[in-house]
């Protein structure tokens, strides 16, 4: 006797595809490694703004910076998109709104495009040829930064890093700080061995850290802070 099939509904993995904090779908659901469990990617970083701990089980996670413990589950997004229909046009909408509302008004500001080997080159002054065959990412939402140099910031003797020409930079929401740190090295033409920290309000930020993420999770909070971001950057300190 065959065994009759039971249709799953949505609401039977709710458990397994919603935020402990938010209770909504999970957005860019982002684990902690320590112990596993999973959150939106924006509700843990707020989170993590007031506290050290998981807020599920209470495990300290990091001592000074849990962001380093945080790693995005793509498949598990994938598995909630294809379960939820509508979920991901809904936020791709939202995160374009956003964008567009807060969309930097032309003023001279130099524009960043991502290379396809995610490499960086500036705006119309570079000696390079314009992007045929290149995707520059110009259908994303743009994004306004400020690029400071952080003067006396490195190790006695460090005069490499010197201020931009240009400082305002107009790019893809989508550029992550790894990219940044290469636009630097090109613009400032320094050495491949040479390393940077970027920093949005005196804290280091990670590599792979979006700018869409750190104005989200940085500098939005800060109700001072104005339009366009500032991104301090400085030679890396060696503490060792």
């Given at each position: 006797?065959?065994?009759?099939?039971?249709?799953?509904?949505?609401?039977?993995?709710?458990?397994?595809?919603?935020?402990y904090?938010?209770?909504?779908?999970?957005?860019?659901?982002?684990?902690?490694?320590?112990?596993?469990?999973?959150?939106?990617?924006?509700?843990?970083?707020?989170?993590?703004?007031?506290?050290?701990?998981?807020?599920?089980?209470?495990?300290q996670?990091?001592e000074?910076?849990?962001?380093?413990m945080?790693?995005?589950?793509?498949?598990?997004?994938e598995i909630?998109?294809?379960?939820?229909?509508?979920?991901?046009?809904?936020?791709?909408?939202?995160?374009?709104?956003?964008?567009?509302?807060?969309?930097?008004?032309e003023?001279?500001?130099?524009?960043?495009?991502?290379?396809?080997?995610g490499?960086?080159?500036?705006?119309?002054?570079?000696?390079?040829?314009?992007?045929?065959?290149?995707?520059?990412?110009?259908?994303?939402?743009?994004?306004?930064?400020?690029?400071d140099?952080?003067?006396?910031?490195?190790?006695?003797?460090?005069?490499?890093?010197?201020?931009?020409?240009?400082?305002?930079?107009?790019?893809?929401?989508r550029?992550?700080?790894?990219t940044?740190?290469?636009?630097?090295?090109?613009?400032?033409k320094?050495?491949?061995s040479?390393?940077?920290?970027?920093?949005?309000?005196?804290?280091?930020?990670?590599?792979?850290?979006?700018?869409?993420?750190?104005?989200?999770?940085?500098?939005?909070?800060?109700?001072e802070?104005?339009?366009?971001?500032?991104?301090?950057?400085?030679?890396r300190?060696?503490?060792?």
């Amino acid at each position: 006797m065959a065994a009759t099939g039971r249709k799953h509904l949505v609401k039977d993995f709710n458990h397994f595809i919603t935020c402990y904090l938010c209770r909504g779908y999970l957005i860019k659901p982002t684990t902690v490694t320590e112990c596993l469990h999973t959150f939106c990617k924006s509700c843990i970083v707020q989170h993590f703004e007031e506290s050290n701990d998981c807020p599920k089980c209470g495990i300290q996670v990091h001592e000074t910076n849990p962001l380093e413990m945080l790693r995005l589950d793509n498949t598990l997004e994938e598995i909630i998109f294809k379960l939820v229909p509508g979920l991901r046009e809904k936020e791709e909408q939202q995160e374009l709104d956003f964008w567009k509302k807060n969309q930097p008004k032309e003023n001279g500001q130099e524009s960043l495009r991502c290379l396809p080997d995610g490499g960086a080159s500036g705006g119309a002054d570079d000696d390079g040829e314009g992007g045929e065959g290149g995707d520059y990412h110009r259908s994303d939402p743009q994004i306004a930064i400020c690029l400071d140099c952080l003067h006396n910031a490195g190790q006695s003797g460090e005069s490499s890093v010197t201020d931009l020409m240009k400082r305002f930079i107009r790019c893809s929401s989508r550029v992550t700080v790894g990219t940044i740190k290469k636009f630097l090295s090109l613009k400032l033409k320094l050495p491949s061995s040479y390393e940077l920290d970027v920093l949005c309000n005196g804290e280091i930020m990670g590599r792979d850290h979006t700018l869409e993420f750190i104005y989200m999770t940085r500098w939005r909070l800060h109700g001072e802070n104005t339009y366009p971001m500032v991104l301090e950057y400085r030679p890396r300190i060696d503490f060792g």
